[in-house]
Structure formats: C-alpha cells, structure tokens
C-alpha cells in the first residue's frame, strides 16, 4: 500500500522577534511541512537570540532581504501594531502571503491600504484572531447559526485583567501611534471580535475611556460602553488592565430561549429552554480548548489557537480552501474599537464602518 505525498513544504519569515513571534515560531513548528527559515529585526542581538532558539539559519534587518528569498512563502509580521503596515506591503508586493498579529493596523486607512494591496496582488492576508478557533468558541457559534437563542435580548464581553506598570515604561504600548489606543484595541480586541463575530458588527456605539492606574500612559487603561446591534439586541463592553488580579475573558450571549457564559475558551453557563443531546458533554467541559490566558500576563495564552489558525492559511495555499478569518472579516473588530474611541472623544454616539468608504 503506497503512503500518501509529504504536504508541499512552506517556508515561513518572521518580522519582528518580540514576545508574540515566539508563539508563530512554535504554532508553525507544529504544522507538518512547514518551518521558519528567516527572521528579520532591527535588535542584531535580539534576532539572533531568537534564530537561535527556534533553528533559524539566516537573519536581517532589511524586510527586502528576507521577502526575496525563494524558500519563503509566507511572511508573519509581529511588530507593534502601528507598524504593521509597511513590512506587510513589501512583502506582499513580493508576491508573499502575508500572517499578521492583531490589529491589522490602528487606523482604517492603514487597514485599507493593507487590504487592497492583498486583493491586487492575489495573495492571502491572515490577520490573527486566534480565539475564534477555540472549541468553546466555535460551540457557542454553531449554536447562534442554528438559531437556538431565539432572539438575541443582551451580548456583552468583559476583559478585566492586570498589566504591571513595567509593561508600559519605555515601550510601544499605550502609545497612540504604536499601540493605537489601550485596554480596548490591544487586551480587549479578541474578546471584541468574539463579541461581533457572535452577535454582528453593532450599529451605534457610546462609549467612555480614562486612566484609573496606568496615568503616564497616553491611551486608556480602562473603557466602558454601551451597544446597539443590528438585531435590536443590546450589549457592553468593559475593558481594563489596571484590575488586580486579572481575571478570565468573559463573553455573555443572553436570548429568549437561551443564554450562554465563555470565559476565555471554557464554557461555564449553557442554559437552554429546549435541551440537545451535546448539552450535557457542552456543560461537562468537552468543548474546551487549552488556549490559555492573558488576564494577568500577555505570555500566559497557548500557540495551539495560532497553530489552529495558520493552519488553515497552509490549507488554503495548498488547497485553495478558504480562509476563515480573512481581511475584510477581522476589519469589523478594528472599525468597532475605533468607533468606540470616536465616541469617547466627542461625547456621542458613533457608528462602526463596515467597509472602505462606509459611513
């Protein structure tokens, strides 16, 4: 009996080694066929700290260096989010698709930008929202697509975790051009793609933000807000990383004939008016996913939800399958934290933009 083909190999380059690159380096470590083969950073010594660690042979500090390489296909952009823009150009204009940490960018002209560069070129642009491919995750949207909520009456999602004040001194977060804002668009931004992701993208948003604990920062440590969605269904959302001592992400989706509780990606309330045969198994525990957390440190979460996303990028490059998060579907997450910080600035509802040129 013949075995079945080795999966075509994919190379993978790495910009910027900071702390989220080490979880792309292990998540396509774990991917059969694929392997980093460069990284590129500014730090000389941080580059070859990382090369080190993870087997890579070659480093730069030149984008155009590692995207003309002929054993690189893919190229994963982990630098602050402000600076996503200009290294996933080059490398897409290299004809490299392109894996990129959250938030695609921190403005929608930027995002924009990035978005039509990847359509004109034909290549993949993956932005990282990994929670989507816990299995409590998907477990609560199978339930809402095969409509047994009912009616959706509240959908909220609350992020109060901790951040020492040392990861703020003399770095790029709570900066607004590097970070693009605080607690919302950096710690809180799965929990508001979940959010969307479940319930849709609202259309009217209010929202306040202030410094409680973290005062030398420029961005907010802590955001509250009100929600009206398409659906008549209202929310929150409550983000902050001054709550010691940090506690589990949690997403509330409440209808009249059932009401759900996800914290990070466990499944703690599953309440419905007409019992299903999973429903015992769900309330047991079976739909959880170990994807870890980052209530009280940014490093506590798992590589398996980027192994589980970047996975499907390697399936859709091999296969031509589909991405399930692409571009323009992890756009809504950034355009709702951009209307939430428009609302704080002028005192008044705003309203999320759902594409180029929307209102």
Known sequence: MSSSPA???????????????????????????????????????STKAFADKHGVAFTTDRVEDLVARDDIQVVCVTTPSGAHLEPALTAIRAGRHVVIEKPIEVTLERMDALLAASRAAGVHLLPIFQARFGDGARTVKRALDAGRFGRLVLASAYVK?????????????GTLALDGGGALINQAIHAVDLLQWFAGLPTDVFAFTTRRVHTGIEAEDTAAATLRFASGALGVIEATTAA??????????CGENGSIVLEDDRITRWDFREAAP???????????????????????????????????LVEAIRTGAALEVDGPEARKAVAL???????ARSGRPAHPSTGPGAA
């Open 161 to 173: 975790w901790v951040r020492a004040a040392a990861y703020y001194h003399q770095s790029w977060h």
């Open 278 to 312: 999973e429903d015992d198994a769900i309330r047991g525990g079976a739909a959880a996913t170990q994807l870890g957390s980052g209530a009280s440190s940014p490093g506590g979460i798992s590589h398996l939800g980027h192994q589980r996303q970047i996975a499907n």
């Open 337 to 343: 934290v951009l209307a939430l910080y428009e609302s």
């Open 7 to 45: 999966p075509s190999p994919i190379g993978f380059g790495i910009v910027g080694p900071g702390l989220i690159a080490d979880f792309h380096a292990r998540a396509i470590a774990g991917i059969p066929g694929c392997a980093v083969k460069g990284v590129c950073g500014r730090s000389a010594g």
């Open 244 to 253: 010691h001592p940090g506690w589990s992400r949690r997403i509330e989706v």
